[in-house]
């Protein structure tokens, strides 16, 4: 026999467990529903008799109704699981994620990327005709006035030349502003042998610089090793020549320089003989 007060006080209990005062009234509203309690109008005491059955099923559910609302509260206060594939609204339909926005990151410039005019500068060109040869001498290649051009005449049977091409490779990155090209012997005009000789080269390899159309260096590189340093002391020199030094080269050298140009136009006079529709001028 459980008294009013008792019962109600219970309801209480199981009201503030939950955390949530209307749960105290719904516990009142039930037991009246279920003729626990007597009508509180009504006068007097009036003792009440629970049986022990309908009591603990009133417990079981007061306590049911408390974890409840305790995982309710705690799933506020954590969240959902963290699966962020997808999420809902308040009435539990998905929303798919926003679709994620990649914005392509440019690359930066790199000797890869540059212009192919200039990529083609940074290496050695092969001269494949003597046509092209008389005209790379002239100057006709140049992007500019003062521009000098190094041509190293070679032969593939030339151990040396083989090692000296990649010497030369690095002279290129070295000299960006200086025109590097190379010509096999079998690519001049028969008798190739009269040809270079005709022009000054005697043995391979063999370096000759022009600047303005004139040939203001002409040598053999010797060994292997001394490759990369006669070529590259002469370019230097020749970069770091003053105006009023190259005027007094040239002074100087003219009987040279005018030896290479009258004969590099008795090949040009044979070449326009040969192939008429090949018409080079200096």
Not at 116 to 134: A, P
Request: aromatic share 6%; glycine share 4%; charged share 15%.
């Amino acid at each position: 026999m459980l008294s009013p007060n008792l019962l109600i006080a219970l309801c209480s209990l199981a009201a503030v467990l939950v955390g949530k005062t209307s749960a105290f009234h719904n516990s009142i509203g039930m037991c009246k529903q279920n003729a626990f309690l007597p009508n509180i109008a009504d006068s007097g005491r009036t003792s009440l008799s629970v049986s022990s059955t309908a009591m603990n099923d009133f417990i079981n559910d007061t306590m049911n109704e408390y974890n409840f609302m305790k995982q309710y509260q705690q799933s506020l206060l954590l969240g959902p699981p963290h699966d962020q594939s997808t999420l809902t609204t308040s009435s539990q339909h998905e929303i798919p994620p926003p679709p994620m926005s990649i914005t392509a990151i440019p690359e930066p410039a790199t000797s890869t990327t540059i212009g192919s005019q200039q990529q083609q500068k940074l290496q050695v060109h092969s001269i494949t005709s003597m046509q092209e040869l008389l005209s790379v001498m002239n100057g006709q290649h140049n992007l500019h006035d003062d521009q000098l051009t190094v041509i190293k005449f070679y032969a593939d049977y030339c151990k040396l030349c083989q090692r000296a091409g990649i010497q030369m490779k690095r002279l290129v990155t070295e000299f960006p502003t200086v025109d590097f090209t190379k010509i096999e012997q079998n690519t001049l005009t028969a008798p190739a042998a009269d040809t270079l000789r005709a022009l000054g080269v005697t043995k391979f390899p063999w370096v000759q610089i022009y600047r303005h159309g004139n040939c203001v260096a002409s040598f053999s590189t010797g060994p292997s090793h001394m490759f990369m340093k006669r070529v590259r002391d002469t370019v230097t020199m020749c970069l770091e020549r003053s105006p009023e030094a190259w005027q007094e080269f040239e002074h100087d050298f003219a009987s040279n320089m005018a030896e290479n140009a009258a004969t590099r136009q008795d090949l040009m006079a044979d070449l326009d003989s040969s192939h008429p529709q090949c018409n080079i001028r200096a």
